[in-house]
């Protein structure tokens, strides 16, 4: 949803995917698109954004620093949300000499006012069509645990849980 406001509000997003065969899966409003396991995923990055990437939201920090130092612009902000690794390995000096700010981004210790202000503007933007979500699965709140055992099994899809009125 990050990527779809971002473009909705004008913004050129570049999506990217751990493998290649995972572009297919990418929202088709993300009109740029980088597969990570591509022998330079950095140079593919930077043909899209000469001047650097300025924003980058990170799924995956301890993975992904090397190529976030090789593309982000100077000033730019890595909002990184997970890492595989507990405690990431990244080349220091890259990211010194370009100013980046690492920024952890935990959606639990956001202030009560920023959640309420999402909500109002995700629920904006979604009347007004510009996020779309797509999910295989929508069940009742009682079947929880059938909705965990589905994430657990891997499946690629959303399932959403539906609340009782």
Not at 3 to 31: F, P, Y
Not at 32 to 43: E, K, N, T
Not at 50 to 56: K, L, S, T
Not at 106 to 135: C, H, M, N, W, Y
């Amino acid at each position: 949803m990050a990527a779809q406001l971002a473009a909705w509000n004008g913004a050129k997003v570049i999506g990217t995917v751990r493998r290649s065969s995972d572009l297919e899966h990418v929202d088709d409003l993300i009109a740029h698109r980088v597969a990570l396991d591509v022998p330079d995923p950095a140079a593919a990055i930077r043909r899209l954004a000469p001047g650097g990437v300025n924003r980058i939201v990170e799924v995956s920090f301890s993975d992904n620093a090397d190529v976030d130092a090789a593309v982000a612009a100077p000033d730019a902000v890595i909002a990184a949300y997970a890492t595989r690794e507990a405690r990431p390995s990244f080349d220091f000096w890259p990211m010194l000499f370009s100013n980046l700010t690492i920024r952890l981004t935990g959606s639990d210790d956001l202030p009560v006012e920023a959640k309420e202000s999402a909500a109002r503007d995700l629920t904006a933007a979604a009347e007004q069509g510009a996020l779309r979500i797509s999910f295989d699965y929508s069940l009742p709140l009682d079947r929880i645990a059938e909705a965990h055992d589905r994430v657990d099994a891997g499946t690629r899809a959303r399932v959403l849980l539906r609340l009782p009125r």
